[in-house]
């Protein structure tokens, strides 16, 4: 069965410093996509970051980018030069298989940042 | 605003009470998703459709709940007989490709509390 694990329940991190967010994953399918996502306090998901699972290169993404293991099955999240409007809840997404199927995200618990000046 | 809009945002209803919540879709987004969050837990897959057509639909998706896409626009979900489990958010998300690759864009939630 599909499964992420973020096993930081929550994270400090100082103004200014970089931090990483930790995430692996389970899947048998050898198609399929990792996201993260932001959760601020106001609910919305907010969409931070994309790798596919053919993706050779490391995604990035402004000052987020995405260290990718594939052999590993981790997909850790690097945000560099934190800033004080980074705290907030951090999700760990995947998505399954090739078109037609339902392609439905299955999230991990999530890390809380916080962002200290 | 062209974002995912879901209304209402909070929601106070008794226990046993029907309540109704609604999704209005990025407007060029053929496929909507409905999602659950519990406190301290990522959200969780509700159901999924394609146009109008509702082509899965999770364990969780009990039999008090119904969700509709008429004219494969809005969505409305609804949940009848409501109980103090189903206090969640409730997230609803857009997206317009096939694949793997696109992202989902989610509204800003509905806040659910019975009490």
């Known amino acids: 069965a599909q499964k992420i694990t973020q096993t930081q329940p929550g994270m400090f991190v100082q103004e200014k410093e970089a931090v990483t967010l930790d995430c692996t994953y389970d899947?048998?399918?050898?198609?399929?996509?990792l996201f993260w996502y932001k959760q601020p306090s106001s609910g919305e998901m907010i969409f931070l970051i994309y790798q596919g699972s053919y993706d050779e290169q490391n995604a990035t993404e402004g000052r987020y980018s995405l260290n990718f293991q594939k052999a590993r099955k981790s997909a850790n999240l690097v945000i560099s030069a934190s800033q004080l409007g980074d705290s907030a809840m951090y999700f760990c997404a995947m998505r399954e298989g090739y078109g037609g199927a339902t392609n439905k995200l299955i999230f991990g618990t999530g890390t809380l940042l916080a962002v200290q000046p | 605003d062209t974002g995912v809009s879901q209304n209402p945002r909070h929601k106070i209803t008794k226990r046993g009470q029907n309540v109704t919540f609604r999704c209005d879709p990025i407007s060029e987004h053929n496929r909507l998703y409905w999602y659950r969050q519990t406190l301290g837990q990522g959200p969780e897959f509700l159901t999924y459709f394609q146009n109008e057509a509702q082509l899965e639909k999770s364990r969780l998706l009990s039999d008090r709940f119904s969700a509709e896409r008429p004219k494969g626009s809005f969505s409305t979900l609804e949940i009848q007989r409501t109980e103090q489990g189903d206090s969640a958010m409730y997230l609803c998300?857009?997206?317009?490709?096939?694949?793997?690759?696109?992202?989902?864009?989610f509204g800003q939630g509905t806040r659910l509390t019975v009490v």
């Open positions: 899947t048998s399918d050898q198609s399929y996509g």
């Open positions: 998300a857009s997206r317009a490709n096939t694949g793997v690759s696109t992202e989902a864009f």
